[in-house]
């Protein structure tokens, strides 16, 4: 079931987006090489908590798998997503997505960025170009009478269009009241299918986008999605409310 979020809920929701909004651009500003995944887990759970929030993701489980275990996902490279932050130093030349959930007066919020360490390659930053835009694309999907999956078509047509491989074993969600709701977003789909997409919704858009094909497994920590291929994966992501018809983006500082 879909839920429909009253002005109120959003109000919550958009206070928790906007703490998701800045504690990603704090963690980005010290995304440097050198500097450890575990540290940027820390710069981010002390920003939330400062914020009288509290990390959406720490302890968050699903499917039977081992509650995770920090703050923020950081998924180097050919992770995908759900990376788990450690000691590892980031090297001149990767590509780290960072996702982070917030919940705040019991409201989510969720967004990701994939930023550059150091100088990267022409390919990597096209990769994290195409997959940017798609997201706001999709974005654009949403107006009077668009139903769910224009919004897949969108981020699929553009991205393919481009010579990427959206991953199809992950997708974007409803968020508000839980960190994940109905309805589930494929990155991938076809025009005028769907749900009509009605005021009141709150969604989290995430497309992510592979460098080759894009089959994904999950790694022995239970947790990190990587590309089979090995090849670099890029992620961008945020939470929208229906609001008279159009997209309000409510992850923005």
Same mark, same amino acid.
């Given at each position: ?86 000691e590892r130093m980031l090297k001149d030349g990767e590509i780290l997505s960072i996702d982070i959930g917030v +919940? ?5 919020? #969720?967004?990701? =960025?994939?930023?550059?360490?150091? $100088?990267? !390659?022409?390919?990597?930053? %096209? ?47 409803? +968020? ?5 709701? #109905?309805?589930? =977003?494929?990155?991938?789909?076809? $025009?005028? !299918?769907?749900?009509?997409? %009605? ?55």
């Amino acid at each position: 079931m879909i839920l429909i979020k009253s002005k109120k809920d959003i109000d919550y929701i958009r206070e928790s987006c906007k703490i998701v909004a800045e504690t990603l651009q704090l963690v980005k500003a010290h995304a440097k090489v050198g500097i450890s995944t575990a540290e940027l887990d820390k710069i981010a759970e002390d920003y939330i908590l400062s914020n009288n929030a509290y990390p959406a993701f720490k302890g968050y489980s699903q499917g039977g798998s081992p509650a995770f275990p920090a703050t923020i996902c950081a998924s180097v490279d050919n992770e995908v997503v759900h990376g788990i932050p450690s000691e590892r130093m980031l090297k001149d030349g990767e590509i780290l997505s960072i996702d982070i959930g917030v +919940v705040k007066n019991k409201y989510y919020g #969720d967004a990701a =960025i994939t930023t550059a360490i150091g $100088k990267i !390659s022409i390919d990597k930053q %096209k990769l994290m170009d195409v997959t940017e835009k798609s997201l706001y694309l999709g974005i654009e999907a949403v107006k009077p009478g668009a139903r769910l999956h224009d919004i897949s078509y969108a981020i699929q047509e553009y991205v393919e269009s481009n010579g990427y491989s959206i991953v199809r074993d992950l997708c974007g969600h409803g +968020v508000g009241k839980h960190l994940h709701e #109905d309805p589930q =977003i494929p990155n991938y789909g076809k $025009k005028n !299918s769907g749900p009509l997409l %009605k005021d009141g919704m709150t969604l989290a858009i995430e497309p992510m986008v592979n460098l080759g094909k894009y089959n994904v497994k999950v790694a022995a920590d239970d947790w990190t999605v990587v590309t089979k291929d090995n090849t670099p994966s890029a992620h961008f992501e945020h939470t929208i409310a229906i609001i008279n018809g159009k997209a309000e983006i409510l992850t923005v500082s």
